[in-house]
């Protein structure tokens, strides 16, 4: 068998204007779980933060498509896998850890006392190892009830997995086919819910396969067929439309608009993004962007939980509530730099050279 060449799995140069609007969806989503906590939608002024996971999966197609096309042929499925959980492991990891120790040490409540612990370490174990077992009740049947957020990671590896063995060799045409298909899945999931929100719970588990499947077809779609829109938009128009979609009111018609935001409006800012210019001045904020959105995704949400359970016992007033949620989120996107410079970035290129020096024996 031929060796690899490590020098095949280097990664390409970043969209660097879709990775600041990676960031600005992960911002999105941080406040709308703050936000969730005190307002359901539609008193939730960020009503329709969740949207945030559906473009982040458009991203994903759009950038798994990119990064790797012309690549898996050459590395193998194997390899393939390797990359992305190195990519992405880490985080689901620590933010396990993170979630086990909000849920044994809330000072502000939480019952760990009503869960044996044979139970506590089975959901720890599928929280780390990505396997569904939505059985706490005190958090609202989660996939993955030490951090919630991972459920959209979960369906980020079947996509991967599917992709590695199936879409990175199939046809346009069919590419398409299954992109409509989808879309009309989605429509009609979309329909019976009364909205995109599922995916997350036991309950709503298989909305979330119709979630990912669309989105990420579809930018995976896009990047093959190279719909890539020549702008000036740049980073600060893209952001703003980003955002509008996430202010959208909530109400009866969810059925309807919310689909035409995920079947349309994030595939056209997936576009427009990767061809958009990126002033200069704005280059160090999209990089920094792009690379503390994961981290800040997949480490928030232990600190969600105790600030639940804080509300819940302190209800604060709305003036303070405001000061916590913006100290909040301002924290955490600081925990979540630390924990990229010191552990996230450190570990994957520990585990990046080790791979490769295998590859050169």
Not at 65 to 83: P, T
């Amino acid at each position: 068998m031929e060796k690899l060449n490590p020098e095949v799995l280097k990664t390409k140069q970043h969209f660097e204007i879709l990775d600041g609007l990676r960031g600005v969806a992960a911002l999105a989503v941080v406040a709308f779980h703050f936000m969730e906590m005190v307002y359901l939608p539609p008193q939730n002024f960020l009503a329709h933060g969740f949207l945030a996971v559906d473009f982040f999966f458009c991203l994903s197609g759009f950038v798994i498509g990119y990064a790797y096309d012309d690549r898996v042929g050459k590395i193998g499925v194997i390899e393939f896998f390797k990359s992305r959980g190195i990519r992405l492991h880490p985080l689901v990891i620590l933010g396990s850890i993170l979630g086990l120790l909000s849920f044994l040490f809330d000072p502000f409540g939480g019952h760990p006392e009503l869960y044996g612990t044979g139970k506590i370490v089975l959901v720890f174990l599928s929280s780390i190892l990505l396997i569904p077992y939505p059985v706490i009740a005190d958090r609202a049947f989660n996939l993955f009830s030490f951090n919630a957020p991972a459920w959209s990671l979960f369906w980020e590896y079947v996509a991967n997995i599917i992709y590695a063995l199936v879409l990175y060799k199939l046809v346009r045409r069919w590419l398409l086919l299954f992109t409509i298909v989808s879309a009309v899945v989605l429509c009609m999931v979309t329909y019976h819910a009364g909205n995109i929100m599922g995916g997350w719970s036991g309950p709503t588990f298989w909305d979330g396969l119709a979630r990912i499947s669309y989105s990420f077809l579809a930018g995976l779609l896009i990047y093959r067929s190279k719909w890539i829109i020549k702008n000036k938009l740049g980073f600060t128009g893209l952001g703003i439309m980003l955002i509008f979609a996430f202010l959208m009111p909530f109400t009866k018609w969810n059925w309807i608009t919310e689909p035409l935001v995920v079947l349309l409006y994030f595939p056209l800012i997936v576009a427009l993004g990767a061809g958009a210019t990126l002033s200069p001045g704005l280059k160090k904020l999209c990089n920094f962007s792009g690379n503390i959105s994961y981290p800040l995704y997949m480490t928030h949400y232990a600190f969600i939980w105790m600030f639940g359970n804080y509300y819940s016992n302190h209800k604060p007033s709305t003036p303070q509530l405001t000061l916590i949620i913006i100290t909040g989120m301002t924290l955490m996107v600081g925990f979540a730099y630390l924990i990229m410079v010191y552990y996230d970035i450190p570990l994957r290129k520990y585990l990046t050279d080790k791979r490769k020096q295998a590859l050169k024996k």
